[in-house]
């Protein structure tokens, strides 16, 4: 069964940490997926596909337990804060 662009990301660029709490609220999980795509040479979709397939898997926009890794992650960071570099 082939996995959606959803899944993928969810899959490599975020990881479950329940006892954290510091989580990816609405803006950082979609900035994630963003910079997810823009690495993967992916289009993004619109936002509220996005959380249409998020609110599928029971993601929540808020506490949802989920924290970044992965090169996603990096992009991320650095585009969000450009001082860095």
């Known amino acids: 069964m082939a996995h959606s662009q959803f899944d993928l990301f969810l899959k490599e660029a975020t990881y479950l ?3 954290s709490e510091s989580t990816l609220d609405r803006d950082r999980l979609y900035g994630l ?3 997810w795509c823009f690495i993967n ?4 979709g ?5 959380w249409a397939a998020m609110s599928h ?3 929540a926009s808020g506490h949802n337990g989920l924290r970044m890794k992965g090169p996603a992650a990096a992009d991320y960071i650095l585009a969000s804060y450009p001082g860095l570099v």
């Not at 040479?41 to 993004?44: F, I, L, R, S």
């Not at 619109?46 to 996005?50: I, M, T, V």
């Open 17 to 19: 940490d329940q006892a």
């Open 33 to 35: 997926y963003t910079s």
């Open 41 to 44: 040479q992916q289009k993004p």
């Open 46 to 50: 619109p936002e509220s596909d996005f």
């Open 57 to 59: 898997r029971r993601i």
